[in-house]
């Protein structure tokens, strides 16, 4: 019922002569072309993230594997209290190591949809970084030197999100600006992309800050120090042996 | 006087009458002190048991962290601020405590706990932590023997994690700098029932705490214990204008009384005691009519008598004053004897008390026997409603025996 | 003297001073309305206590796979649910049941995050056992388990869920917002993870409930779950007090090697506690209210005697018994008992049904975990009326034996020397 209700919407839309949408297949393709912008089919990266609240500020720098949009292993590199410390996710399972103790932890649902490591982002966010095309109907809009794409969920999509927005520039193809909205349509947070840098030949925002709207004084900058593309990777990096690996 | 003279010998004159009355009134002083005694006692009792148990009688916290607990609201400067409330001379013991949340991993479950950071020393003398220890050995501020900080946990989280004396506590959490708190502490002791407060709660000391979650001389709360239960609202408030008044971070700090710190506990406390109000109501009804019984009776009876005295000149005040002393010399001696006999009831109340065939629990504590109090309430009020009753009663009689002409009374039966 | 002469006089006797009588009269009807009152209330405030708790959401009693009590663990469940519901249908004693899965897992808005224990339930068996239904505020309850799988046209009702209002604060949300709902599954531990929407709201009045409850359909609960049993089944019985009756046959077919079936005492003893506490306190008020009528009378008797020591001076003196005078006087203390028990009976049973019709608001406090959020309506047991009133009129007469020898043994000359 609410399918049908919807692509009667779209196609009154797309009658409408005023209406600036264009097709939606367009929408899909730059969709597609994000949600595969930091993802190849496999990557090594080092990172800092800063993280801003009202009661302390840190930056971590942290070395990442990924393949696909499944696995992916994360080590903190500083500072010093946490080096060692490493987070090992493949596909919907996580789990973290610690060094101090010497113990890896699988991460519990109580745990998943809290901070990781104390920043905005949630380990549910890690875990489901989910392919946006498959799981959004998109829209797009123009907005003078940008594109602006609008995200609704899916029926079958999990999601507290009842829209995103993403802003991205015609020129570069690159976003801009990724926000959350909530069922009320208020912004609840908001994730800026900037500094442009070229890694391995792609060209891409180094720069993510990610700040919640509802919370005052909060703030995570993730910054791309390096990053390379499907480099030869050894699988034994996905597993639970290789977390537990002392390093130095 | 004269007229004591005449109203003492009146009482005497009629032994068994005077005797007997006593006798009645009496026992109704004797039964409501009791009563008193018994409700002030186990009232206060539980209040006692239930505030040692973990509250304390007053709690002090950084602004609204009772209404909002957050790690980063902490009282620093904890040490001169303890030093300061110890020397106060209602203040028994000051605990300190810090909250700090965090995930427990035993063999390969993990499992939320709330992990406390304690004093060991200081927390024994301010609650029964050190009573509740159920296995093991209490909480100490060194490390064990493995180089290890030691934990105490409860039952419930012992059972969950399948965790048990000497065996490795896994404690995850996010320090106050936001760093990754993790660390493996050893299990010395288990605290508590499967249903008790400390179920699910770590107790760590304050060192291995303030290492684990990055925190220098800060804690979240300090209970403070006082010489007795019932000062707490007044020296909280007496505290927090003190305190208020300085220009340090003192000012910020909120001082409450364990009735708003346990206000479910103290309303349900509160409603019981307005219930006991009235039941010993209806008792002090009862005794009122029975004295009523009893000094009505003896005047009527009287009658012919007060009807010679007027024949022969007593002026009708004389004869209603008469009355009037008799019936409060009967009052008085009434309430020294049953103060004689309500003494040694109440200290026994007092001191052994009355053993439940069943402990009680209340608020997750459990309750053994009623204890009594012997205050000055409990013996006073007794006396007070004997006496005034008596005398609320004997006006109407009076009045009516100063009025009677000789004629009308002399012709009564 | 005949038995009916002595009676005859023995009530002509009580009326001669009618004031004297009266007050004595009041003095034990009212001791006897007092306890009379207090027995109701005590009653009616274990009825209530009782009814809260096991009508609001626990159930007269529960059936749990055994070992599930003692860690609450998921894996833990009664995986046979078809055959042991259709044998509960089977069981006249129970009145209707209710199957729930049970975890505890995270709740998440766009807002907020907060833990909860999540209850599968189906909702039309649920509305007959607990009063879900009725507190729910805003929204409305989980709609009719009519077809509960997965076909595209049950799938909006599939996705609902009842919160708490304290939890839809905590969460900001309001009716038909987002909720995504994780918890891990039995047996390895997965995450699960699903999207509802706010369908209801409730409020319990009980701030454990309002705060960390949340309910989803039965159906929704076992797929998440991954299992395909229960994990608690709720029994209400025919009669609340049956479930203290443990002679019954379904204790023993219900608790086996894999079941264990428990009554409400047994699964919250700490209620059990306070109303023993309570019907102690009562047989405490009741002594001393004795003891205070006992005196009373006794003393009112004397006075009585006193009065009339003349005549039984004359009495004695032209041949009386003395046996006799005692039966009289004896006979006075219990035609006064009879009146007083009437009207005590008739005060204290008025008092006790005007408050078992408007009952007496404790609403605020708390006791044993169990928040009084309804009203106290006194319970009238007439056996207890009965026992309590006989007990005073045994007492009144037995208060009147120390008088009524004192008045057999008066001697006549003594009695009839005329005090003035």
Not at chain 2, 313 to 334: D, K, N, Q
């Given at each position: 019922m609410r399918k049908f209700f919807h692509s009667t919407a779209i196609f009154i839309i797309l009658l409408l002569p005023s209406a600036p949408s264009l097709s939606s297949e367009e929408a899909i393709i730059l969709l597609k072309k994000i949600d595969e912008l930091y993802r190849s089919d496999n990557s090594i990266s080092t990172m800092k993230m800063s993280i801003v609240t009202p009661n302390w500020q840190r930056t971590l720098a942290m070395q990442s594997w990924t393949i696909g949009m499944d696995d992916t292993f994360i080590r903190i590199l500083s500072p010093k209290k946490d080096r060692g410390v490493a987070t090992l996710k493949k596909g919907?399972?996580?789990?973290?190591?610690?060094?101090?103790?010497?113990?890896?932890?699988?991460?519990?649902?109580?745990?998943?949809?809290?901070?990781?490591?104390?920043?905005?982002?949630?380990?549910?966010?890690?875990?489901?970084?989910?392919?946006?095309?498959?799981?959004?109907?998109?829209?797009?809009?123009?907005?003078?030197?940008?594109?602006?794409?609008?995200?609704?969920?899916k029926e079958d999509t999990v999601t507290v999100w009842a829209r995103i927005e993403i802003l991205v520039q015609k020129e570069s193809l690159l976003p801009v600006e990724q926000s959350y909205f909530n069922e009320k349509g208020e912004k609840v947070r908001s994730m800026y992309f900037s500094d442009i840098r070229e890694f391995s030949g792609k060209k891409l925002p180094s720069k993510m800050s990610m700040i919640p709207h509802n919370k005052k004084d909060h703030k995570t900058v993730i910054e791309y120090v390096e990053l390379e593309f499907d480099i030869t990777m050894d699988n034994d990096i996905f597993t639970l042996r290789n977390l537990q690996k002392r390093f130095n | 006087?004269?007229?004591?003279?005449?109203?003492?010998?009146?009482?005497?004159?009629?032994?068994?009458?005077?005797?007997?009355?006593?006798?009645?009134?009496?026992?109704?002083?004797?039964?409501?002190?009791?009563?008193?005694?018994?409700?002030?006692?186990?009232?206060?009792?539980?209040?006692?048991?239930?505030?040692?148990?973990?509250?304390?009688?007053?709690?002090i916290h950084q602004g609204?962290?009772?209404?909002?607990?957050?790690?980063?609201?902490?009282?620093?400067?904890?040490?001169?601020?303890?030093?300061?409330?110890?020397?106060?001379?209602?203040?028994?013991?000051?605990?300190?405590?810090?909250?700090?949340?965090?995930?427990?991993?035993?063999?390969?479950?993990?499992?939320?706990?709330?992990?406390?950071?304690?004093?060991p020393l200081l927390e024994a003398e301010t609650t029964y932590l050190k009573d509740k220890v159920k296995q093991g050995s209490y909480l100490s501020s060194s490390m064990t023997r493995n180089g290890y900080f030691p934990a105490m946990i409860g039952k419930a989280l012992a059972i969950n994690l399948h965790l048990n004396i000497g065996d490795e506590l896994i404690l995850i959490s996010q320090g106050i700098d936001g760093s990754i708190a993790n660390d493996v502490y050893e299990i010395v002791a288990i605290v508590g029932g499967s249903e008790s407060y400390e179920r699910m709660n770590v107790y760590l000391s304050l060192d291995a705490i303030r290492q684990f979650l990055s925190m220098g001389n800060q804690v979240h709360e300090l209970a403070?214990?006082?010489?007795?239960?019932?000062?707490?609202?007044?020296?909280?408030?007496?505290?927090?204008?003190?305190?208020?008044?300085?220009?340090?971070?003192?000012?910020?700090?909120?001082?409450?009384?364990?009735?708003?710190?346990?206000?479910?506990?103290?309303?349900?406390?509160?409603?019981?005691?307005?219930?006991?109000?009235?039941?010993?109501?209806?008792?002090?009804?009862?005794v009122s009519i029975g004295v009523l019984n009893t000094v009505l009776m003896g005047i009527l009876e009287r009658t012919r008598e007060f009807g010679v005295l007027k024949a022969i000149g007593t002026r009708p005040f004389a004869v209603f004053r008469l009355i009037m002393l008799e019936s409060f010399f009967l009052a008085i001696a009434s309430c020294l004897f049953g103060f004689i006999f309500a003494l040694p009831a109440n200290y026994w109340l007092t001191h052994v008390g009355i053993t439940f065939p069943e402990p009680i629990d209340m608020g997750g504590i459990l309750f053994e026997s009623m204890l009594g109090e012997i205050t000055l309430f409990s013996m006073g009020l007794p006396a007070l409603v004997v006496i005034g009753s008596t005398l609320l009663v004997s006006l109407i009689p009076g009045i009516r025996a100063a009025r009677i002409s000789p004629l009308q009374a002399l012709q009564a039966t | 003297?005949?038995?009916?002469?002595?009676?005859?006089?023995?009530?002509?006797?009580?009326?001669?001073?009618?004031?004297?009588?009266?007050?004595?009269?009041?003095?034990?009807?009212?001791?006897?309305?007092?306890?009379?009152?207090?027995?109701?209330?005590?009653r009616g405030m274990t009825t209530t206590m009782i009814k809260i708790s096991t009508e609001t959401f626990l159930g007269d009693a529960q059936i749990h796979q055994q070992g599930f009590r003692e860690a609450n663990d998921i894996d833990i469940y009664i995986e046979d649910t078809k055959a042991l519901l259709s044998q509960l249908d089977n069981i006249p004693t129970?009145?209707?049941?209710?199957?729930?899965?049970?975890?505890?897992?995270?709740?998440?808005?766009?807002?907020?995050i907060a833990a909860a224990l999540i209850y599968g339930i189906d909702a039309d068996k649920e509305a007959e056992l607990s009063k879900l239904k009725q507190a729910m505020k805003r929204g409305r309850y989980l709609s009719e388990s009519g077809s509960s799988d997965e076909s595209s046209g049950n799938k909006r009702t599939s996705n609902e869920i009842l919160i708490g209002n304290d939890l839809a604060e905590l969460l900001e949300v309001d009716l038909g917002d987002r909720i995504v709902v994780t918890l891990s599954q039995a047996h390895g531990g997965e995450l699960s993870q699903e999207l509802f929407r706010v369908s209801g709201i409730f409020h319990f009045n009980d701030r454990q409930m309002d705060k960390s409850m949340a309910f989803i359909h039965l159906a929704q609960g076992k797929s998440m779950l991954g299992i395909k049993g229960v994990h608690e089944v709720a029994l209400r019985l025919q009669h609340t007090e049956q479930a203290d009756d443990k002679s019954l046959d379904l204790w023993k077919t219900l608790n086996n090697t894999n079941l264990e079936t428990l009554n409400w005492r047994e699964l919250i003893p700490q209620l059990s506690s306070v109303l023993n506490m309570s019907s102690y306190s009562t047989l405490i008020a009741s002594i001393i209210m004795f003891v205070l009528v006992a005196l009373g009378l006794i003393n009112s008797m004397f006075m009585s005697i006193y009065e009339r020591h003349n005549e039984f001076g004359i009495?004695?003196?032209?041949?009386?018994?003395?046996?006799?005078?005692?039966?009289?006087?004896?006979?006075?203390?219990?035609?006064?008992?009879?009146?007083?028990?009437?009207?005590?009976?008739?005060?204290?049973?008025?008092?006790?049904?005007?408050?078992?019709?408007?009952?007496?608001?404790?609403?605020?406090?708390?006791?044993?975990?169990?928040?009084?959020?309804?009203?106290?309506?006194?319970?009238?047991?007439?056996?207890?009326?009965?026992?309590?009133?006989?007990?005073?009129?045994?007492?009144?007469?037995?208060?009147?034996?120390?008088?009524?020898?004192?008045?057999?043994r008066l001697q006549p000359s003594f009695a009839m020397r005329k005090a003035l």
């Amino acid at each position: 019922m609410r399918k049908f209700f919807h692509s009667t919407a779209i196609f009154i839309i797309l009658l409408l002569p005023s209406a600036p949408s264009l097709s939606s297949e367009e929408a899909i393709i730059l969709l597609k072309k994000i949600d595969e912008l930091y993802r190849s089919d496999n990557s090594i990266s080092t990172m800092k993230m800063s993280i801003v609240t009202p009661n302390w500020q840190r930056t971590l720098a942290m070395q990442s594997w990924t393949i696909g949009m499944d696995d992916t292993f994360i080590r903190i590199l500083s500072p010093k209290k946490d080096r060692g410390v490493a987070t090992l996710k493949k596909g919907r399972e996580m789990w973290n190591y610690f060094p101090k103790i010497n113990k890896v932890i699988k991460v519990p649902p109580s745990m998943m949809m809290g901070s990781w490591m104390g920043s905005d982002f949630t380990n549910d966010d890690l875990v489901r970084e989910v392919s946006l095309v498959k799981e959004y109907h998109v829209e797009k809009e123009d907005m003078g030197d940008k594109h602006r794409l609008i995200l609704i969920p899916k029926e079958d999509t999990v999601t507290v999100w009842a829209r995103i927005e993403i802003l991205v520039q015609k020129e570069s193809l690159l976003p801009v600006e990724q926000s959350y909205f909530n069922e009320k349509g208020e912004k609840v947070r908001s994730m800026y992309f900037s500094d442009i840098r070229e890694f391995s030949g792609k060209k891409l925002p180094s720069k993510m800050s990610m700040i919640p709207h509802n919370k005052k004084d909060h703030k995570t900058v993730i910054e791309y120090v390096e990053l390379e593309f499907d480099i030869t990777m050894d699988n034994d990096i996905f597993t639970l042996r290789n977390l537990q690996k002392r390093f130095n | 006087m004269l007229v004591i003279k005449l109203a003492l010998r009146n009482i005497l004159r009629n032994r068994r009458r005077s005797i007997l009355t006593i006798l009645s009134m009496g026992s109704g002083y004797i039964l409501l002190s009791f009563m008193l005694a018994m409700s002030e006692g186990s009232y206060n009792n539980i209040i006692d048991i239930f505030t040692r148990d973990h509250t304390g009688h007053v709690q002090i916290h950084q602004g609204n962290y009772l209404q909002r607990p957050s790690l980063y609201k902490t009282i620093d400067n904890v040490d001169s601020l303890m030093a300061d409330l110890e020397k106060h001379r209602l203040v028994t013991a000051v605990a300190p405590r810090i909250y700090g949340p965090s995930l427990a991993y035993g063999k390969n479950k993990t499992f939320p706990a709330n992990v406390i950071g304690i004093d060991p020393l200081l927390e024994a003398e301010t609650t029964y932590l050190k009573d509740k220890v159920k296995q093991g050995s209490y909480l100490s501020s060194s490390m064990t023997r493995n180089g290890y900080f030691p934990a105490m946990i409860g039952k419930a989280l012992a059972i969950n994690l399948h965790l048990n004396i000497g065996d490795e506590l896994i404690l995850i959490s996010q320090g106050i700098d936001g760093s990754i708190a993790n660390d493996v502490y050893e299990i010395v002791a288990i605290v508590g029932g499967s249903e008790s407060y400390e179920r699910m709660n770590v107790y760590l000391s304050l060192d291995a705490i303030r290492q684990f979650l990055s925190m220098g001389n800060q804690v979240h709360e300090l209970a403070v214990s006082l010489t007795h239960q019932s000062d707490a609202r007044s020296f909280a408030n007496q505290l927090a204008m003190e305190w208020s008044q300085s220009n340090d971070a003192k000012s910020e700090l909120s001082i409450d009384p364990w009735q708003v710190v346990e206000y479910a506990f103290f309303n349900s406390m509160q409603a019981d005691k307005q219930g006991n109000y009235i039941s010993m109501g209806i008792l002090i009804f009862i005794v009122s009519i029975g004295v009523l019984n009893t000094v009505l009776m003896g005047i009527l009876e009287r009658t012919r008598e007060f009807g010679v005295l007027k024949a022969i000149g007593t002026r009708p005040f004389a004869v209603f004053r008469l009355i009037m002393l008799e019936s409060f010399f009967l009052a008085i001696a009434s309430c020294l004897f049953g103060f004689i006999f309500a003494l040694p009831a109440n200290y026994w109340l007092t001191h052994v008390g009355i053993t439940f065939p069943e402990p009680i629990d209340m608020g997750g504590i459990l309750f053994e026997s009623m204890l009594g109090e012997i205050t000055l309430f409990s013996m006073g009020l007794p006396a007070l409603v004997v006496i005034g009753s008596t005398l609320l009663v004997s006006l109407i009689p009076g009045i009516r025996a100063a009025r009677i002409s000789p004629l009308q009374a002399l012709q009564a039966t | 003297m005949s038995v009916n002469l002595i009676s005859r006089l023995a009530k002509r006797n009580i009326f001669r001073n009618a004031r004297r009588t009266v007050l004595t009269i009041c003095l034990v009807a009212c001791g006897l309305a007092a306890l009379l009152f207090t027995d109701a209330f005590v009653r009616g405030m274990t009825t209530t206590m009782i009814k809260i708790s096991t009508e609001t959401f626990l159930g007269d009693a529960q059936i749990h796979q055994q070992g599930f009590r003692e860690a609450n663990d998921i894996d833990i469940y009664i995986e046979d649910t078809k055959a042991l519901l259709s044998q509960l249908d089977n069981i006249p004693t129970i009145k209707a049941y209710s199957p729930r899965t049970l975890s505890g897992g995270m709740l998440a808005s766009s807002e907020n995050i907060a833990a909860a224990l999540i209850y599968g339930i189906d909702a039309d068996k649920e509305a007959e056992l607990s009063k879900l239904k009725q507190a729910m505020k805003r929204g409305r309850y989980l709609s009719e388990s009519g077809s509960s799988d997965e076909s595209s046209g049950n799938k909006r009702t599939s996705n609902e869920i009842l919160i708490g209002n304290d939890l839809a604060e905590l969460l900001e949300v309001d009716l038909g917002d987002r909720i995504v709902v994780t918890l891990s599954q039995a047996h390895g531990g997965e995450l699960s993870q699903e999207l509802f929407r706010v369908s209801g709201i409730f409020h319990f009045n009980d701030r454990q409930m309002d705060k960390s409850m949340a309910f989803i359909h039965l159906a929704q609960g076992k797929s998440m779950l991954g299992i395909k049993g229960v994990h608690e089944v709720a029994l209400r019985l025919q009669h609340t007090e049956q479930a203290d009756d443990k002679s019954l046959d379904l204790w023993k077919t219900l608790n086996n090697t894999n079941l264990e079936t428990l009554n409400w005492r047994e699964l919250i003893p700490q209620l059990s506690s306070v109303l023993n506490m309570s019907s102690y306190s009562t047989l405490i008020a009741s002594i001393i209210m004795f003891v205070l009528v006992a005196l009373g009378l006794i003393n009112s008797m004397f006075m009585s005697i006193y009065e009339r020591h003349n005549e039984f001076g004359i009495l004695l003196a032209i041949g009386t018994r003395p046996k006799q005078l005692f039966w009289q006087i004896l006979l006075e203390g219990f035609f006064i008992g009879l009146l007083s028990l009437l009207v005590g009976l008739i005060l204290g049973a008025l008092l006790s049904y005007w408050k078992s019709v408007s009952g007496i608001d404790y609403s605020g406090s708390e006791m044993s975990g169990i928040s009084l959020n309804e009203p106290i309506y006194l319970v009238i047991n007439y056996l207890a009326f009965a026992k309590i009133s006989l007990s005073v009129l045994v007492i009144t007469v037995l208060s009147c034996i120390y008088p009524a020898i004192h008045a057999a043994r008066l001697q006549p000359s003594f009695a009839m020397r005329k005090a003035l």
